[in-house]
C-alpha cells in the first residue's frame, strides 16, 4: 500500500504503537481518560449497555413522573388497587419494555425524528397493554381517562428526558456506536465533519480506514487518526461498531473480493442525495437492482389538511393564551422607545405570495439608518451581515427588551396570529425578506416557494443565527423534501429547549 503504513494497535486503547510521545488516542478515548463513566463501559457491549441502562432509567422516570401526575388529577395510577403493593413499579416496567421492544435502546440510531415516531407508537402501545391487563379487574372503564394521560404524558416527559441524557452521554463520547469511515480523500473527510457536527444521528466517527492505492503522502484526515488499512481491519474488532463506505461500488468489489473480511457488526453504504429524501425511506428490491421508494409527502392533499389541522387546533389556544404577555411587552417597548410596538414586515410567502408578518417591535424606529452608518463604519461588520443577514452586535436593537425578546425568540409571539389566519404554518421555513431570499439560487426559491412558511422549523432548532446562507439552505430543502407530520412533531417540540437555551439567537 503506497505511503500509508499499517498501524499496529496497542492493547490499551486504539493509540498506534509507532505513534509520537504524547500522542492522544482517537474521539472517545474508548479506554477512556474522561471520566470514570467512559473508563467503566469503554466500547462496544459494555457501551450499549450503559446507554441502554441510562435511557431507561430516563423513560423509568418519566413514567412514573407521568403517574403521579394522573394519580393527583384523576385520583388513581393506572395500576393502583389492582398490582399489589407495588402497583408504582408497574407503569415504568411496562413502558420501558415496551419502548425497548421498539428499539429505543439499541445504542445505535435511529435518528432524533425517526426516535420520537417510535416513543409515540411505543406509548400507544402501552395504553393498548395498559387495557388488557386491566381489562380482567373490574376498574378499566374508570382507568381509561389516566390510562390516555399517562400514554399522551410519557410522549414529551420521555422526549425531553432523552434529550437531557443525550447531551449528557454526548458530553462523555457514549453516546454514539464508534464509527470507522473508509477512505481517506473523496467524501471522507467531509462526511466525517458532518456525522462529528450532529453527534445526535448517532453514528461517532472514531477515524479512517485507508482502501487499497491510497494515502500517498500525508492525506488530511483532520482531527481523526488513520486506524489502519482495510488489509489489517481486523485488529478493530471489538473497537469498531459501525463501518462507513462512501461508494456502493467500492462495498460491492470489496464484499465480492474479500466475503465476511470486515469484522464490523454493521456496516453502511453511504450515498450523497442532498437533493433526494433521506428521511422515511423504503427499498423495494427490483429483481438484481435496488429500488429506493421516495414519497413526497408534504405535497400530499390529505397531508396538507392535516397539516393545517394541526396549526388550526393549536394556534387558536396559543393565540389566546399568549395575549397577556404579548400585551406587557408592548408596553414595556414603548417604555424604552416611544412609538408603534409592533411593526409589519412583507415576507414571501407560499408560492412567491406577499405576506404581512407580525413581529413584536425590538429595534429603535430609525433602526435603517443606524444599520446603514454601522455597515459603511465597519467592513468587519459588513462580511457578518453578507454572510448571515444578522450581527452579534446589532447597533439597530432596543437595550435590555430589544435583546430579551429577541434572545427568547418573543418578537415572534404575533406571528401565531399569521398562522391562524392561514398566512405561514406552525412549523416550516422561516419566511424571508426579499432582499434575503434573492441570495438563494432560483432553484432553492422555487422550493421553498413550493410550501408553507413557518414560526419554527429545522433551522431554528439546530444552528439558528449562527447558520450561514449554505446551512440556511441545506436544512430547509432537507425538511421539504424528508417532511412527515413526525418531523414536524419533532421540531415543535424541540423548539421548546432551543428558545429557552437562547442558543444561535440575535
Aim: charged share 15%.
Amino acid at each position: 500500500m503506497a505511503g500509508l503504513r499499517a498501524r499496529v494497535l496497542s492493547a490499551d486503547g486504539l493509540i498506534p504503537q509507532d505513534a509520537e510521545p504524547g500522542a492522544q488516542a482517537w474521539p472517545g478515548a474508548l479506554a477512556g481518560s474522561r471520566g470514570w463513566l467512559t473508563a467503566a463501559v469503554g466500547g462496544g457491549r459494555p457501551r450499549r449497555l450503559a446507554v441502554a441502562i441510562a435511557l431507561s432509567a430516563t423513560d423509568a422516570l418519566a413514567a412514573l413522573t407521568a403517574a403521579a401526575g394522573v394519580q393527583v388529577v384523576f385520583g388513581a395510577a393506572p395500576f393502583e388497587g389492582v398490582a399489589g403493593p407495588f402497583h408504582h413499579l408497574v407503569t415504568p416496567a411496562l413502558a420501558c419494555t415496551i419502548y425497548g421492544v421498539f428499539g429505543l435502546y439499541g445504542g445505535y440510531g435511529p435518528s432524533p425524528a425517526e426516535r420520537l415516531r417510535l416513543r409515540s407508537w411505543g406509548s400507544l402501545a402501552f395504553a393498548v397493554a395498559c387495557a388488557l391487563v386491566l381489562a380482567g379487574s373490574g376498574v378499566l372503564a374508570s382507568r381509561i381517562a389516566g390510562i390516555a394521560a399517562t400514554a399522551l404524558l410519557l410522549v414529551p416527559f420521555g422526549f425531553y428526558g432523552e434529550v437531557a441524557i443525550r447531551r449528557f452521554l454526548i458530553r462523555r463520547r457514549m453516546w454514539g456506536a464508534p464509527t470507522a469511515i473508509i477512505g481517506l480523500e473523496g467524501e471522507g473527510p467531509a462526511l466525517a465533519s458532518s456525522l462529528l457536527a450532529q453527534p445526535e444521528l448517532g453514528l461517532r466517527p472514531v477515524g479512517f480506514i485507508g482502501r487499497p492505492g491510497e494515502g500517498a503522502g500525508s492525506p488530511d484526515t483532520g482531527r481523526l487518526p488513520i486506524l489502519g488499512t482495510l488489509e489489517t481491519a481486523g485488529l478493530l474488532k471489538g473497537r469498531i461498531e459501525v463501518a462507513i463506505f462512501c461508494s456502493s461500488a467500492e462495498f460491492a468489489a470489496n464484499d465480492l473480493a474479500n466475503p465476511g473480511a470486515l469484522p464490523f457488526s454493521r456496516v453502511v453504504v453511504a450515498h450523497d442525495a442532498q437533493a433526494l429524501q433521506c428521511l422515511w425511506l423504503q427499498t423495494r428490491p427490483l429483481g438484481g437492482v435496488l429500488g429506493l421508494e421516495i414519497r413526497r409527502d408534504l405535497y400530499r392533499s390529505r397531508n396538507l389538511r392535516l397539516k393545517r389541522a394541526i396549526d388550526i387546533l393549536l394556534a387558536w389556544p396559543a393565540t389566546l393564551l399568549a395575549a397577556p404577555l404579548i400585551g406587557l411587552l408592548a408596553l414595556a417597548i414603548k417604555w424604552v422607545d416611544p412609538g408603534p410596538a409592533f411593526y409589519v414586515q412583507s415576507r414571501v410567502g407560499r408560492n412567491g405570495k406577499p405576506i404581512r408578518v407580525l413581529k413584536l417591535r425590538s429595534m429603535y424606529i430609525d433602526a435603517e439608518p443606524r444599520l446603514m452608518a454601522h455597515l459603511a463604519a465597519d467592513p468587519q461588520a459588513r462580511e457578518e451581515w453578507g454572510l448571515f443577514f444578522k450581527l452579534t452586535h446589532d447597533p439597530r436593537i432596543l437595550p435590555g427588551i430589544g435583546n430579551f425578546i429577541r434572545r427568547s425568540s418573543l418578537d415572534e409571539l404575533p406571528q401565531l396570529w399569521n398562522v391562524a389566519r392561514g398566512d405561514m404554518s406552525l412549523i416550516g421555513p422561516r419566511p424571508f425578506p426579499s432582499y434575503h431570499l434573492d441570495s438563494f439560487d432560483p432553484d432553492f426559491q422555487k422550493l421553498r416557494a413550493s410550501v408553507w412558511p413557518g414560526l419554527s422549523g429545522l433551522w431554528q432548532v439546530s444552528s439558528r443565527s449562527d447558520g450561514d446562507l449554505e446551512t440556511q439552505k441545506s436544512q430547509d430543502s432537507f425538511y421539504i423534501r424528508n417532511w412527515s407530520i413526525w418531523l414536524d412533531l419533532y421540531i415543535l417540540l424541540a423548539t421548546v429547549p432551543a428558545v429557552l437555551g437562547g442558543s444561535g439567537a440575535r
